[in-house]
């Protein structure tokens, strides 16, 4: 074995230790964060917990920014090829970002291409990691106006040419400064203690997976406009999916839901993901609106968002408990606020279910079933 190879082994060992030896007291400290935050706290204790926990997150972003960096240098890194829903991919990612684009204020939009087929092989947990990557910058850099994703391709026989566009309308970066964006360490030639974090690992690590996976990214910004990301990668598709899946037949429906959000994006997130398990869906953007739907249609679930101008989720539960149609149909709270007494609260209003944000794909399905099944069963 050669000394570089020597190196190079050592290097990879330190790195797994490194890993394992700083991940678990993190994870340590965001558990037990999270734990003090579930107990009674005053105003200012919270505020203090709350920024430590919020440190120990950078510092994990931080973590795994470096590591993957230097693994993805030293090709460390291996593609998977397995088959995996196109639409669930980015539609799980763009639900991740809604609850932090909303508390911005920005408006998040998801703009797919039907046409594109839903099953591909490729690596999706690459795939989904460089979205990532790109949308958490455009909601850091971007404080008023929208970010947008948008996909759609080229598909022939055997595979497509999948393009992501992640376009926002934020601070924008220079001419000179575009040049090296995808370099790396680009937070250091400005300064680590500008008022954004971060190391600026971001883009570079994306570029490598980019190019992992036979890709390529570009971008194109203007300062003070914006910035658009455009994200090429190709995947392969499995023989017999090459067409979207038929929607389902109406009489195939394995339930009426109704889902209430006043956010498009998380209405459609939603209708999408049902509709495909052959769900009937209809949505409503406010707590008017989803009585006056209540009334003329027999939901057998109702998906409720609690904080949503006019009518809040909790006076709508009231109201809809005192039609005769709805004082037991299943209504399932759909909130970021996750802590015990927030649950308590959905309880005591006769909610029987509860989903946290961001809502996992997985988990919708799981508790819609949960709750429509039986009741289909018995008709
Ligand atoms: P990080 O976000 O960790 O600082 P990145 O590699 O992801 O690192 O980004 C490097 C730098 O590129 C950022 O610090 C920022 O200055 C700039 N940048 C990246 N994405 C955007 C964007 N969407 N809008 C404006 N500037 C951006």
């Known amino acids: 074995m050669s000394k570089t190879d020597d190196i190079s082994v050592i290097k990879r060992q330190f790195l797994a230790s490194l890993n394992h030896e700083i991940r ?24 203090y917990v709350d920024s430590a926990r919020l440190c120990a997150e950078n510092l994990l972003e931080l973590l795994n920014g470096a590591l993957e960096f230097s693994a993805l240098s030293a090709s460390h890194v291996r593609v998977e090829e397995t088959e995996f829903s196109l639409r669930e991919t980015l539609d799980g990612v763009t ?26 092989i490729g690596d999706a947990v690459r795939l989904r990691q460089l979205l990532v990557n790109l949308l958490s910058n455009a909601i850091k850099f971007t404080d008023q106006g929208e970010v947008e994703l948008s996909a759609f391709g080229h598909t022939d026989q055997s595979s497509v ?14 001419p000179e400064r575009v040049r090296s964006i995808f370099e790396g360490f680009q937070r250091l030639h400005n300064g ?34 914006g910035s658009t990301f455009f994200l090429d990668i190709p995947l392969r ?26 956010n498009s994006v998380a209405q459609t997130i939603a209708s999408h993901a049902l509709r495909r398990r052959a769900f009937e869906v209809q949505c409503a953007g406010d707590g008017l609106a989803a009585l006056q739907a209540a ?12 904080q949503m101008p006019g009518l809040d989720g909790f006076q709508t539960v009231e109201r809809l408990r005192q039609m005769p149609r709805y004082v037991e149909t299943p209504i399932v709270a759909v909130t970021a606020n996750c802590s015990e007494d927030y649950r308590d609260k959905c309880r005591r209003y006769g909610m029987q279910g509860f989903l946290a944000k961001p809502v996992r794909t997985k988990d919708l399905v799981q508790t819609v079933e949960q709750y429509c099944t039986p009741v289909l069963a018995s008709h």
């Open 24 to 47: 678990t007291p993190l994870s340590g400290i965001l558990g037990m964060t999270d734990l003090l935050l579930e107990t009674p706290l005053t105003a200012d204790q919270k505020e």
């Open 95 to 120: 639900a991740e970002f809604l609850p932090k684009a909303e508390s911005k204020g920005l408006k998040l939009i998801r703009n797919f291409d039907s046409r594109l087929p839903d099953a591909a």
């Open 161 to 174: 040419s999948l393009s992501l566009v992640v376009r926002d309308t934020g601070i924008g970066i220079s």
């Open 192 to 225: 680590l203690l500008s008022d954004h974090s971060g190391l600026g690992l971001g883009l570079a690590v994306s570029q490598k997976l980019a190019m992992l996976l036979n890709g390529n990214i570009t971008v194109q910004s203007e300062l003070g406009r």
């Open 237 to 262: 598709l499995p023989s017999e999916t090459l067409k979207p899946e038929p929607e389902p037949q109406l009489e195939q429906s394995r339930g009426r839901i109704l889902v209430v959000d006043d």
């Open 295 to 306: 009334s003329q249609c027999a939901f057998d679930l109702i998906l409720l968002d609690l």
